[in-house]
T-cell receptor, first 113, second 115 residues
Framework: GDSVTQMEGPVTLSEEAFLTINCTYTATGYPSLFWYVQYPGEGLQLLLK?????DKGSNKGFEATYRKETTSFHLEKGSVQVSDSAVYFC????????????FGTGTLLAVQP | DAGVIQSPRHEVTEMGQEVTLRCKPISGHNSLFWYRQTMMRGLELLIYFNNNVPIDDSGMPEDRFSAKMPNASFSTLKIQPSEPRDSAVYFC?????????????FGNGTRLTVT
């Protein structure tokens, strides 16, 4: 079945460091891909998305490129801040008649000042 | 826009008791989702509704769980009887439609503890 695999955390970085969180997926078709972020005590929020191969999603300095050849959607940011500390979830769905998201297990990012 | 509203934020109950979790989706959204989050299993989709109709309940763990959406502005998730393994954070989410261009908007969750 379809699934999303993320790198295990926690990822601990110093402020202004470069961030990469790996995400790969297994899908029978051509899904859309998403990154959601969850701050402590809150629900998930959409961070960025890409709907087809080679698309790049970006928001708040974060970027991810839909790589069909490697079935990946790695999240990157050039310079992290303490306020970026959160859990990041990679997800996929097929849209169409359904909006059923399949999530990865989440990666905790802790940024130290 | 008040966002998706869930209540209660925290619920502590004893094994065997009935638990009801509530959700008010964003006005105008016609899809609603219930997710469960645990350390062991991550985020699991329990059930989702489209236009108040349950579309897929294959994620509901067992008959002790039931969900209803009597109207477009309210949904409940009920556990009866509750068990300690039901302890988790339960999220409700809504979206304005189907398809990948309709991102999910999550509530802040209900943290359920069953002792």
């Amino acid at each position: 079945g379809d699934s999303v695999t993320q790198m295990e955390g926690p990822v601990t970085l110093s402020e202004e460091a470069f961030l990469t969180i790996n995400c790969t997926y297994t899908a029978t078709g051509y899904p859309s891909l998403f990154w959601y972020v969850q701050y402590p005590g809150e629900g998930l929020q959409l961070l960025l998305k890409a709907t087809k191969a080679d698309d790049k999603g970006s928001n708040k300095g974060f970027e991810a490129t839909y790589r069909k050849e490697t079935t990946s959607f790695h999240l990157e940011k050039g310079s992290v801040q303490v306020s970026d500390s959160a859990v990041y979830f990679c997800a996929l769905n097929y849209g169409g008649a359904t909006n059923k998201l399949i999530f990865g297990t989440g990666t905790l990012l802790a940024v130290q000042p | 826009d008040a966002g998706v509203i869930q209540s209660p934020r925290h619920e502590v109950t004893e094994m065997g008791q009935e638990v009801t979790l509530r959700c008010k989706p964003i006005s105008g959204h016609n899809s609603l989702f219930w997710y469960r989050q645990t350390m062991m299993r991550g985020l699991e989709l329990l059930i989702y509704f489209n236009n108040n109709v349950p579309i897929d309940d294959s994620g509901m763990p067992e008959d002790r769980f039931s969900a209803k959406m009597p109207n477009a502005s309210f949904s409940t998730l009920k556990i009866q009887p509750s068990e300690p393994r039901d302890s988790a954070v339960y999220f409700c989410a809504s979206s304005p439609g189907t398809g990948y261009n309709s991102p999910l908007h999550f509530g802040n969750g209900t943290r359920l503890t069953v002792t």
